[in-house]
């Protein structure tokens, strides 16, 4: 597979603000991605973007929070051990 670019600033941004994340997978097909915008001073919009066919193509970029954010955390409720929930806690 050729690589994809899901948000043009996000490795900066996210090396600045020393992000904990990664790409959510809910299933082999269902990832999210999220991230800050900005790659200034790693403070911006807090969005993430949604692939729905393995990571081939990523949707527009969602809003979470419009105000200017610097750091974030995202875990999905399976990646703690026996807790089989279907949420992504940000």
């Known amino acids: 597979m050729a690589d994809i670019t899901i948000e043009a600033g996000l490795e900066a941004s996210h090396y600045l603000a020393g992000q904990r994340t990664g790409i959510i997978w809910t299933s082999d ?3 999210y991605a999220f991230f800050i915008t900005s790659t200034a001073n790693a403070a911006g919009p807090f969005k993430y973007s949604k692939t729905t066919d393995g990571g081939q193509t990523w949707s527009a970029d ?3 929070d ?5 750091r974030f955390a995202v875990w999905y409720d399976k990646e703690t051990n026996g ?8």
């Open 83 to 90: 807790d089989t929930g279907t949420k992504i806690h940000v």
């Open 29 to 31: 097909q269902i990832g």
């Open 62 to 64: 969602v809003s979470i």
């Open 66 to 70: 419009t105000s200017n954010s610097s």
